[in-house]
Every structure is written in structure tokens, then in C-alpha cells.
């Protein structure tokens, strides 16, 4: 993830509080609390489904793996950041606490400043990464990663009054508001030929055109679309199906680890696959996204 990116994220949801998580030194305190909201959940409600809980993962040896020193860092809403009272929560916090709880290990948890967390990871300051590190062709030579365990999809929004008037195969020379550009553009252009992009420099502009009528959806990031919805519910929804394209909207979630720790990186997708089995990966993107971005 680009700092530019997480930096927008954090600023962009200010004042949001979610108490949940553990404390920043050990992965043994839990935190119960956790985000609310007065939205109806929709039944069947659309969840990931990247891990197959049915793989064939060998359990790993307790032996190979007695502990996981986490790094994260605290600038990634609602994955890893600093709530109100300076404890370190979000969603990657918890998935971590849940893996060290599913492996009955102990682990402990590392905050360290975006741009230094590499580094660190490199020397052996940490056996696994949690903080979003994006999968690339630069990453990869350094690093190892885990199974996906979420990815960010895109998705349209419209008002709620235009349900009915929304038909992703029918879209011709309706204006789309989207980030000038970015990679949701770029998607636009080559698979919505027939479109007119209104292009904003920011995605409250964007969002904000579509509220006052002036565009008739908008298309970018279904994780950040949701936590506006969660405050505009009388107005907006999302619209259609989501569109996943490791191309222009990358690979996903995953943790990292330095390329010798192969025994860790096990154990995890491990831990991963069984978390998808009994509902505990579930549980948890339910917790921090109550509105679906799926």
C-alpha cells in the first residue's frame, strides 16, 4: 500500500472510533468491543471467500513454531492503527490475536513507523509482517506471503432512489464519478467504453457529486465506500456485483516474512484456512465491515 494511500485513510475517517483488539505488546489481552452500527444486516450477506477451508494444510508442528512476533504499523484504517486511548486495534490486530489463539501459541506485536517496517522485517526484527504490504514484483524477491485473505474490490454506488435504474450491462452515457487518474479510471476506460467518467480529485468529491444528483454513480474502492455508506445510509448503496482485478486493483491482503521463515508462513495459512472453517474469519469481517463491500 502507498503511504499517500494509508495516510488518506486515516485522515479520511477521523473521529471514527472502534474499540476492539489487544494490547500493543502482547497478543494474550482481548478487547470485546467492537464497531457498531444501526444498519440491518442483508440476509445472505455477500462475505470473502479466498481461503478454502477444506484444503488439505497439515496442522504444523508446535515444536517448529513456539511463538510469532508480529510487526504491524499504526497509520492502516480499519486495519492497524491507534484507537482514542493509543491501543493498537483494527481488523489485522484481531486476525492476528485469533491465529495465535487457533495455533495456542504466544505471540507478540511490534508497532513500527510505515516506512522503517520493511527494514525491520528484513533484520529479523519480526518473524511476520501484518500491516498490508502490497504484493508486487519488488516485494515478492524480498519477501514471502501468505494465502489471500481479503481482497478489496471494486464497486459501483448509487442513490437509493435509482435501484431500479442500475444495470452494469446498460450503462451508456451515464456519468460515473470516479478519482481522477486512478486505478478505478483505468478499469472504467477499458471495460466502460460507453460511459462519461466525471473525474474528482478526491473520493469525498466524488461521493459528494453523487449525493447531490449530479452524477449518477460512482465507482472506486468498495472497503472505503462502505465506511461512507455506514454514515449516509439514508442515501446511497452499492450497486451490481464487486469487481476483483489483482491487475488494477492488486493482489490482496496477505502477511509477509522474511524468505527463511518458511515454518511460520505454514503455520499461518494454516491457521488461515481453519479461521475460514469454524467462522472465525467470518466473525471478524463482519465486526469491522457491517456494511459488505462484497
Given amino acids: 500500500m502507498k503511504f ?13 472510533t472502534i474499540a476492539a483488539g489487544f494490547s500493543q505488546n502482547t497478543i494474550n489481552e ?11 444486516m442483508p440476509i ?10 477444506n484444503s488439505k494444510i497439515k496442522a504444523p508442528n508446535s515444536a517448529s513454531v513456539p511463538a510469532i512476533r508480529f510487526l504491524s504499523s499504526t497509520d ?22 485469533e491465529i495465535c489463539a487457533l ?71 451515464k456519468k460515473i464519478a470516479v478519482i481522477a487518474n486512478s ?5 472504467l476506460s477499458k471495460y466502460f467504453i460507453s460511459i462519461e467518467q466525471v473525474v474528482f480529485d478526491s473520493e469525498l468529491e466524488a461521493l459528494k457529486s453523487l449525493q447531490a444528483g449530479e452524477t449518477f454513480a460512482y465507482f472506486g474502492d468498495g472497503m472505503r465506500a462502505s465506511f461512507w455508506l455506514n454514515e449516509n445510509i439514508n442515501c446511497c448503496e452499492f450497486a451490481g456485483e ?22 511460520v508462513r505454514k503455520a499461518i495459512n494454516y491457521s488461515l484456512a ?15 465491515f457491517p456494511i459488505s463491500f462484497y
Avoid at 4 to 16: D, E, H, P, S, V
Avoid at 32 to 39: E, G, K, M, R, W
Avoid at 146 to 172: C, G, H, T, V
Avoid at 242 to 263: C, D, K, N, Q, V
Fill in 103 to 173: 495455533l495456542d501459541i504466544s505471540c507478540t506485536m511490534q508497532a513500527w513507523p510505515w516506512e522503517q517496517i520493511q527494514s525491520a522485517l528484513k533484520d529479523n526484527q519480526g518473524d511476520a509482517l501484518i500491516a498490508g504490504l502490497a504484493i508486487t514484483n519488488e516485494s515478492a524477491n524480498q519477501f514471502d506471503f501468505s494465502n489471500i485473505y481479503l481482497m478489496l474490490p471494486a464497486r459501483f454506488i448509487i442513490q437509493k432512489s435509482n435501484k431500479n435504474l442500475f444495470d452494469a450491462n446498460n450503462l451508456e452515457n
Fill in 183 to 187: 486505478a478505478h479510471a483505468k478499469y
Fill in 242 to 263: 464487486a469487481y476483483f482485478s489483482s491487475t488494477y486493483f492488486g493482489e490482496g491482503m496477505s502477511i509477509a516474512f522474511p524468505l527463511e521463515r518458511e515454518a
Fill in 30 to 40: 482481548r478487547d470485546n468491543t467492537s464497531p457498531t452500527t444501526s444498519l440491518p
Fill in 4 to 16: 499517500l494511500t494509508r495516510l488518506y485513510l486515516a485522515l479520511i475517517f477521523l473521529g471514527i
Fill in 274 to 288: 481453519q479461521l475460514k472453517r469454524n467462522g472465525k474469519l467470518d466473525e471478524l469481517y463482519l465486526r469491522w
Fill in 44 to 53: 445472505p450477506l455477500p462475505l470473502p471467500y479466498h481461503l478454502d477451508p
Fill in 76 to 97: 492502516f484504517f480499519p486495519f492497524n492503527y491507534r484507537n482514542s486511548s493509543g491501543r493498537l486495534v483494527g481488523y489485522n490486530i484481531d486476525l492476528s490475536n
